[in-house]
């Protein structure tokens, strides 16, 4: 069994205008990632925020900045958004003609790259850029909202990844995101999953702190 869950809060679920306190509320809670959702109104329908934001952000935490970009032709910002301090850049598989130059560029910016993929996009659209990222973004939901409903079929897809990890020696980690709470945490046990992106469930726990540990807890026994 794995020691360690990561666990890092969207702050698409946070108040903006209330931004500094709500960054806090993760360091308060004992974690160290934070998800940027970045989202641009054309591969999602939603937009959210850009380089800017994250860039006043980063002078204001430590916190780890892992941007998950719902983009089109993402490579069009990989330098603005390396730039704005970002540590772990993901692009979507679906969002861009030319997925391992995207990756590579992410590497260049030496940053570490992650891919993500839409619930039904299958495992073997990125099945050769594997050896060139550190994280799989697996998605849970239809990408754009937070507070959706986690898909079920998911945990299985979970399980067949970390399969092809470990068949292959591979040394990405996986994370999972969309509708990731207390009661679905326990679906998402023994498949072989490192990180887990929560939104709604942690901004709107009453204690953040007992959030963490019940989520952690739930998960390990
Ligand atoms: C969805 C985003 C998620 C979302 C997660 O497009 O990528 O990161 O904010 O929020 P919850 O946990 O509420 O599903
Ligand atoms: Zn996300």
Redesign the pocket.
Known sequence: MKESLIISP????ADFSDIRNEIEEISSSGLDYV?L?V?DGMF?P?ITFGPKFISDLRSKTDLVFDA?L?IESPERYIHDFASAGCDIITVHAEATKHLDRAINMIKEEGKSAGVSINPATSLSEIEEILPSVDYVLV??????????K?ISYIPDKIKRLSEMRADSGYSFLINV?????LSTIELLKDTGLDMV???????NAPDKEIFVHTLMEKFFN
């Open positions: 969207s702050i698409l679920s998800h959702d989202m999602v939603n998950h719902m998605m849970s939901v239809n990408p754009g909202f937070g507070g959706q986690f995101d969309g509708g990731v709470n992106v929560t939104g709604s469930a942690f901004f």
